[in-house]
């Protein structure tokens, strides 16, 4: 049983433009939603997290919107760039237990 | 401060054989994390450790992987005998679970297995 459910499994996206992940839980025990931006060839890397007292978080051109009724949180990435192409995980956790979504595949085009 | 180590970043061996995973993590970090990624896929939890203790090994395939973590500091995975389906990516992740970097988790480069 998936415990995060990612959409959508890829996505190109102009330099300049917005890319939007998305990502669903069931399990309200979940506590701390992290995104990792992975690589080809290296880890996963801590990108931007949120907690559930919070319905949105920014850093840089990163924000995490979070919805707690919807049991959803997103991943938007503002004036995308071509060195943002990679793949990015959305994750929840409960105290040290990880669940990670499946994946999406940013290509960001010049 | 240093990232989580992993050794070797990369391993080809034949079916049957046995192959072994290090990982050193971060200084001060007391939960450690094997996972498995396969290709496309995101990480799979395989073992959980805090300090010593395998907090949960209910993924890890016991007939063939055991992992260990003397003296609650690096980590050793190994698969005996390999088969081709554990061709993937072995991934250690360490957390520290005290102050405000609570279940923060970072990775290290992992260890791409190719099952021959």
């Known amino acids: 049983q998936q415990q995060v459910k990612q959409s959508p499994q890829s996505l190109i996206v102009q330099k300049g433009g917005i890319s939007i992940i998305n990502c669903a839980y069931e399990?309200?025990?979940?506590?701390?939603f992290p995104w990792y931006q992975q690589f080809p060839g290296k880890g996963p890397a801590l990108l931007i997290a949120?907690?559930?007292?919070?319905s949105e978080k920014k850093e840089g051109r990163f924000t995490i919107s979070f919805n707690k009724s919807a049991k959803q949180f997103s991943l938007h990435i503002m004036d995308s760039q071509p060195g943002d192409s990679a793949t990015y995980f959305c994750?929840?956790?409960?105290?040290?237990?990880?669940?990670f979504g499946t994946g999406t595949s940013l290509t960001v085009i010049p | 401060e240093a990232g989580v180590v992993q050794s070797p970043r990369y391993k080809i061996i034949e079916k049957k054989q046995p192959v072994a995973f290090w990982c050193n993590p971060i200084?001060?970090?007391?939960?450690l994390y094997w996972y498995l990624q396969n290709l496309g896929q995101g990480p799979e939890l395989l073992i959980r450790?805090?300090?010593?203790?395998?907090?949960?090994d209910s993924q890890l395939p016991k007939d063939r992987f055991s992992a260990e973590r003397l003296k609650g500091v690096d980590s050793t995975l190994k698969i005996q005998p390999a088969e081709l389906g554990d061709s993937a990516v072995y991934l250690c992740?360490?957390?520290?679970?005290?102050?405000?970097?609570?279940?923060?988790?970072?990775f290290g480069p992992g260890t791409r297995l190719t099952v021959l």
């Open positions: 994750a929840a956790s409960t105290g040290n237990q990880f669940y």
């Open positions: 200084s001060g970090h007391n939960t």
């Open positions: 399990n309200t025990a979940f506590d701390y």
């Open positions: 450790y805090e300090n010593e203790e395998a907090v949960d």
């Open positions: 949120i907690r559930p007292d919070v």
């Open positions: 992740a360490s957390s520290r679970t005290s102050g405000s970097f609570y279940n923060e988790q970072f």
